[in-house]
């Protein structure tokens, strides 16, 4: 039997990316002691490695598949097949930023400033390339961790990773430039893509993910309403395409079925009520295709 080598990113994505998975209908149990989940499809095999590590062992075929962050796919500039964009995170569904960060009161203003000045980050070579682009020579360190922290003592930047920015704001920092913006990308190696099966199962795989971050933003909306308000209704109910609109036992009346943006529900089953809808039910949906 034929098995797709699929990296999970281990880590801060771990926790929401085996969560994701599970709403795509992959039960994926990850323990303490293993580097090796237990996943509910005898055809996948999973094996957990940091993000920073992913684009490596996938262009190198050790992985024929994996998540990573876009931003270490730059990093490494490793040869892999980008299947999908998938915006998720450890907490938002937003994409992240790199960032060029120095003191409040540093005297930096742009990245010419930094001229033979010393950046701590652990995007070295990401760094680095951006430096480059701008003709500026600089020394980049590694840094292992706690990087807000290092200015003004230990570097005069840093390049650091950031969703909102507060992070930096609550260690006094600034942001003077953005070196990238980075979302979460399932790859393949050049090798698994030129076989057809394994093809064929990234893109089942990526197409249920997908299909998984596009219902969170959705809930499902069933009503009940008699044939004389069913325009009424009809005209201020929203959906994917049209609503679904069934006879029921009782003759004049329909049940409608939906899907509509979980923003505007609060506002939309007072109006249609006031339509003349009746016993709306609202549910949360794993999957929308």
Not at 86 to 101: D, M, S
Not at 230 to 244: E, F, G, N, S
Request: hydrophobic share 45%; net charge negative.
């Amino acid at each position: 039997m034929s098995t797709l080598r699929l990296g999970i990113p281990k880590g801060s994505l771990q926790e929401t990316t085996v969560a994701m998975f599970r709403k795509a209908g992959y039960d994926i149990q990850v323990s303490s002691r293993s580097y090796y989940p237990a996943v509910d499809d005898p055809e996948i095999e999973c094996i957990l490695i940091r993000a920073q590590e992913m684009a490596r062992y996938v262009a190198e075929g050790i992985l024929d598949a994996g998540l990573t962050g876009y931003d270490w796919i730059l990093e490494t500039g490793m040869n892999v097949v980008e299947v999908g964009e998938l915006v998720y995170g450890k907490v938002g569904r937003k994409p992240l930023r790199w960032v060029l960060a120095v003191p409040e009161n540093s005297p930096v203003e742009r990245v010419q400033d930094l001229q033979g000045k010393r950046i701590a980050t652990e995007a070295v070579g990401m760094t680095r390339a951006y430096l480059a682009k701008h003709a500026v020579e600089a020394i980049v360190e590694f840094s292992w961790g706690a990087t807000e922290v290092k200015p003004p003592r230990l570097a005069d930047a840093i390049v650091e990773i950031t969703e909102t920015g507060s992070s930096l704001s609550a260690n006094n920092l600034r942001i003077v430039d953005t070196l990238c913006e980075t979302t979460t990308r399932f790859i393949a190696s050049p090798e698994a893509w030129q076989d057809p099966w394994k093809k064929a199962k990234i893109e089942k795989l990526v197409m249920l993910l997908k299909a998984v971050l596009a219902a969170e933003k959705k809930v499902g909306l069933m009503l009940n309403v008699s044939q004389q308000n069913l325009r009424k209704v009809l005209d201020i109910l929203p959906a994917l395409h049209h609503p679904t609109v069934s006879p029921l036992a009782d003759q004049g009346w329909f049940a409608l079925i939906t899907v509509i943006d979980e923003t505007v529900v609060r506002d939309l089953i007072p109006d249609l009520i006031r339509a003349g809808a009746e016993g709306i039910v609202e549910y949360s949906l794993n999957k929308v295709l």
